[in-house]
Structure formats: structure tokens, C-alpha cells
């Protein structure tokens, strides 16, 4: 490729300041400085830039502790998003991996991988996902036994014409509660505790699939996935 491209692709420079920096004798190509931006180079080529080698990102593949009131969408709206919580080169290339709710939090994942990302949400994976869940209504008795069987038969929510697939109901008290889901539709555990006539408080996701969230990750903090967590999927 173009070297001004390369320096777009490794750096925050944009194709101008890439130009710029040329110009100013600031880039060589294996020892050797140069101001043309229409040099090639290629995997074997070793570019610096200000003294430092530059390397292609490659694909990248972040685990995130989403804290409250942060959008998972790419784009700049009323709330800040998970993009600008993380300090990386061209972070613009990273998207969520699926939604969490704005006041939903733990764990979210990014990547620049389109099929990666595919393959994590698609309904045909069945991926569970795992939530702690606290309830504004005690849940407890003969209600907590039906509202177990109701989310393990699949529940029909509000506007849907196909039930919940059968998912998990966990107590850990008569508020708290772990539930697990394998499919992701749009608000699905609100809209599934909405279905038996009672309401979230707060809702956190542990996990998807084999991926848990690290305990080491404060609310806001992200880190990359290991090989065997990106091979998961
Ligand atoms: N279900 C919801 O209702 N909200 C989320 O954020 C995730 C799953």
C-alpha cells in the first residue's frame, strides 16, 4: 500500500498530517528517509515515524466493564458512548458486539471483526448470556416457581410473534437473581420480567458464552482478549 495510507492505518495522523509529516522529513522506510507519499511498502517494510516502528493493528478484540448511563452505539448522541471510554488509535473502528441497555453494565465486547462479531450474536449460535438481575417486587414462593417455569417455556413479549427461547431463572435472594438467556432481543430480560408483572432495578451481564467478565476490570475499563477468548468464537 501507499505510504501516506500506511501512516493513516498505524497512526491518528490522517492522510494530510501524514502528508505534513512527510514533508518534514519525520517517516523513513527501512532506514532511509523519504517524503514521498506514494512510496510502497508491505508486510516486510519497516516504517518509522519520529524514531518509532510502526506496525499494522491487525484485528483487534476488547472486553469492556460497561459502567451505567453509557451508550453501546458507534455514533456521538445524548450519552457518552463505550468508544469514548477506551484510549486507543483509531478507536472509530471498533464497534460493540450487541447492545447493552444505557443503565445496563458489565461486560460488553468490541472489535473491529464483522464476522467475528456475527458469529458472537447470531440467533443461530445460541449464545447464553449470562445477567444478575435486581428486582423492584420481592419474587419469592409459588410466584418464583411459575416465573422459573415461564422463562424456561419461553415467554411471549409485548409485540413479538415467537416466544423467548427457554432461559434460566436463578434465585440468590428474593430480589436478586441470575438469569440466563440465549437469545438477544431488543431490552429482552426487562421486557421478560415486565412479561410476569414485575421490574429491574439494576441489570449487570457476567458473561457470553465462555467469556466472563474480568474481575480486574473497574467500571469504564477495558482490555484485549487473550487468543483462546478471540478462538471461542
Ligand atoms: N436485556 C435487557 O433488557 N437489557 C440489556 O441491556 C441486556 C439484556
Not at 10 to 18: C, E, F, Q
Not at 41 to 61: H, I, K, N, Q
Not at 86 to 110: A, C, F, M, N, W
Request: one cysteine or more.
Amino acid at each position: 500500500m501507499r505510504l501516506d495510507k500506511f501512516l493513516c492505518e498505524t497512526t491518528d495522523l490522517t492522510r494530510s498530517l501524514a502528508k505534513k509529516a512527510l514533508h518534514r522529513g519525520e517517516v523513513s522506510v527501512d532506514g532511509e528517509m523519504t517524503k514521498n507519499p506514494a512510496v510502497q511498502v508491505g508486510e516486510g517494510s519497516a516504517v518509522d515515524w519520529l524514531g518509532e516502528r510502526l506496525t499494522p493493528f491487525g484485528l483487534r478484540y476488547l472486553m469492556m466493564n460497561k459502567p451505567p448511563g453509557v451508550e453501546c452505539t458507534t455514533r456521538a448522541g445524548r450519552y457518552q458512548t463505550v468508544l469514548e471510554l477506551i484510549d486507543l488509535p483509531k478507536v472509530e473502528r471498533l464497534h460493540p458486539v450487541g447492545r447493552l441497555d444505557v443503565d445496563t453494565t458489565g461486560l460488553i465486547l468490541l472489535t473491529d471483526d464483522g464476522q467475528w462479531s456475527h458469529r458472537v450474536t447470531s440467533p443461530r449460535t445460541r449464545c447464553p448470556k449470562v445477567y444478575l438481575a435486581t428486582l423492584a417486587e420481592p419474587l419469592e414462593g409459588g410466584e418464583l416457581d411459575r416465573a422459573i417455569d415461564s422463562f424456561a417455556k419461553g415467554l411471549l413479549l409485548d409485540g413479538e410473534h415467537k416466544p423467548t427461547q427457554p432461559a434460566g431463572l436463578e434465585a440468590l435472594s428474593s430480589e436478586r437473581f441470575r438469569i440466563t438467556v440465549t437469545d438477544g432481543k431488543y431490552h429482552q430480560v426487562r421486557r421478560m420480567f415486565a412479561a410476569i408483572g414485575n421490574r429491574i432495578d439494576t441489570l449487570h451481564r457476567e458473561s457470553i458464552g465462555p467469556l466472563v467478565l474480568d474481575p480486574d476490570l473497574e467500571p469504564g475499563e477495558c482490555r484485549m482478549l487473550r487468543d483462546e477468548e478471540i478462538a471461542a468464537f
